[in-house]
C-alpha cells in the first residue's frame, strides 16, 4: 500500500502593504501588485484597491486609453462605473458586477463613474495572456451580481465564486489559458475554513475589512485589512477570521513563465513587440 501524502498548507510566503498611487485622470487608489515592492506574480502584472466616499477622488475616473496583449478584471463594490470602447461595446458596472476583459490585440476604452457622490469601492486586476493570445480578438465577460454564483460551504463562510469553484458551485468566468480562481470570501467572527488551490498556481489573498489569521500550525500568521498575502508551501488554504470577521479576495492563476514586456497600458514579449503596439495605435489600428 502507498502511505496517503499529507496534506500541505499555504503559509504566508511575504506580505506586501499597497502603496498610494493615482492612475486616469487623477483617480486615488493603493497599488498592491505593480509597484516597486511586487512588479507582478506570475500571471498577475497589477492589482489597484479604489475605496473612498470623497467624489473629488474618482470623479475624474479614466478617460480614453488603449490596452494591448492582457486581460483586466473589474470587481465593482460600491458605485457605478460606465464603460465604452471604440468597438462599439458599452455597459454600467453596477455594484456586486465584475468585467473580465481580454483586450487581446487592441482596443481603446474609458471607464467613468456614473455618480456624484457616495462610496466608490472595487478592485482592478491585470492578468496577463500567453505569447499566442496576445493578438487575439478583443471580448468581454461581464455578469452583473445577480449571475455571480454564491457557494456557503460551512456556516459564517460566505463566497462569492467569481472564477473557480467551491465544492459544485463553479463562477462564471472562463480562461483555459491562466486557469483563474477569483473567491470573494466573508467569515464571520472566528469562523474558520480551508480551501484547495489548483496544483502549481501562483495565489495571493488580500483583506479588505477585518483581519485574519492565515496558514496551519507553526506556520500560522495574521493578516491585516489592506495587507496581501503571497502564497507558498502547500495547496490547501487555512484561513480563520479574527473577533470582527474578515473579508478577502483570494485569487490564483496558472503561471505563464514566458517573458514580459511592458510599458504602460501595453504588454507583450519583446521590446519590438511594444514599438509595435505604439506605431498600431498610433495609426489607429486598435
Known amino acids: 500500500m502507498s502511505a496517503i501524502d499529507p496534506i500541505r498548507y499555504a503559509r504566508i510566503a511575504r506580505k506586501v ?8 485622470a487623477g483617480v486615488k487608489l493603493t497599488r498592491v501588485i505593480g509597484s516597486g515592492e ?36 473589474t470587481y465593482m463594490l460600491d458605485g457605478r462605473m460606465r464603460h465604452r470602447d471604440n468597438h462599439g461595446n458599452e455597459g454600467l458596472l453596477v455594484p456586486g458586477s465584475v468585467q473580465w476583459m481580454t483586450a487581446g490585440r487592441g482596443l481603446v476604452h474609458s471607464e467613468m463613474p456614473e455618480q456624484q457622490e457616495g462610496r ?36 459564517g463562510v460566505t463566497i462569492k465564486v467569481i472564477a473557480g469553484e467551491v465544492g459544485d458551485v463553479r463562477g462564471p468566468i472562463s480562461q ?31 483583506a479588505f475589512e477585518g483581519a485574519l489569521t492565515l496558514g496551519e500550525g507553526d506556520d500560522a500568521r495574521p493578516l491585516a485589512a489592506q495587507e496581501m498575502a503571497v502564497l507558498g508551501g502547500g ?14 479576495i483570494l485569487v490564483a492563476g496558472r503561471p505563464l513563465r514566458e517573458p514580459v514586456a511592458r510599458y504602460g497600458p ?8 511594444i514599438m509595435q503596439a505604439f506605431v498600431d495605435f498610433q495609426e489607429g489600428r486598435f
Open 17 to 24: 502593504r499597497g502603496m498610494p498611487a493615482s492612475d486616469g
Open 38 to 73: 511586487l512588479p507582478d506574480l506570475d500571471p498577475f502584472l497589477l492589482l489597484d484597491e479604489f475605496g473612498t466616499d470623497k467624489a473629488e477622488d474618482y470623479l475624474a475616473g479614466f478617460p480614453e486609453h488603449p490596452h494591448r496583449g492582457f486581460e483586466t478584471v
Open 120 to 155: 466608490m469601492r472595487g478592485f482592478q486586476l491585470w492578468v496577463n495572456l500567453p505569447a499566442k493570445d496576445k493578438m487575439t480578438d478583443p471580448r468581454y465577460q461581464e455578469f452583473p451580481p445577480e449571475q455571480l454564483p454564491v457557494a456557503t460551504p460551512a456556516e
Open 176 to 206: 483555459p489559458a491562466t486557469d483563474p480562481v477569483y473567491l470573494d470570501i466573508e467569515l464571520a467572527p472566528g469562523v474558520a475554513w480551508s480551501h484547495a488551490l489548483p496544483e502549481g498556481h501562483n495565489a495571493f489573498a488580500y
Open 235 to 248: 495547496d490547501m488554504l487555512s484561513l480563520k477570521a479574527g473577533d470582527a470577521g474578515a473579508r478577502l
Open 266 to 273: 501595453f504588454v507583450m514579449n519583446t521590446k519590438q513587440e
